[in-house]
């Protein structure tokens, strides 16, 4: 939504699109849904990938372009892998599958069959 004469000097955006009702052959906007874009709307409220207000440099810096993805990004971050704790659980992995190699060729000699090889 523009306006013409407005007072502050930023634009606000609102990137709704992942806060819908699914619908069978169109999404839906529940009333929570709108109540939260009106009370964002009317108090400019900011809030991580869902607002965010850009000043008019900015916008000019980008050559005018409103893409709403341009200002407001979507993305969720990875969680960190901790090396440490996953070196340690593959080591107790791979002596678990040693542990259960072992003891299975016990039993293939047991019973006079080839052993696995191992590993």
Same mark, same amino acid.
């Given at each position: 939504?523009?306006?013409?004469? !407005? %007072?502050?000097?930023?634009? =606000?955006? &609102?990137?709704?699109?992942?806060?819908?009702?699914? $619908?069978?052959?169109?999404?839906? *906007?529940?009333?929570?849904?709108?109540?939260?874009?009106?009370?964002?709307?009317?108090?400019?409220?900011?809030?991580?990938?869902?607002?965010?207000?850009?000043?008019?440099?900015?916008? !000019? %810096?980008?050559?005018?372009? =409103?893409? &709403?993805?341009?200002?407001?990004?979507?993305?969720? $971050?990875?969680?960190?892998?901790? *090396?440490?704790?996953?070196?340690?659980?593959?080591?107790?992995?791979?002596?678990?599958?040693?542990?259960?190699?072992?003891?299975?060729?016990?039993?293939?000699?047991?019973?006079?069959?080839?052993?696995?090889?191992?590993?």
């Amino acid at each position: 939504m523009l306006k013409k004469c !407005k %007072k502050p000097n930023d634009v =606000l955006f &609102i990137n709704a699109a992942e806060h819908f009702v699914k $619908g069978k052959r169109q999404n839906q *906007l529940s009333p929570e849904n709108i109540s939260k874009i009106i009370d964002t709307y009317q108090f400019r409220k900011e809030e991580p990938r869902y607002s965010r207000r850009v000043e008019m440099d900015e916008i !000019k %810096k980008n050559d005018f372009n =409103l893409n &709403i993805s341009r200002y407001i990004s979507t993305a969720v $971050g990875e969680a960190e892998v901790d *090396l440490a704790a996953t070196h340690a659980q593959l080591q107790e992995i791979g002596n678990a599958i040693q542990t259960a190699t072992a003891k299975h060729n016990q039993f293939l000699k047991e019973l006079g069959l080839p052993s696995l090889p191992a590993v």
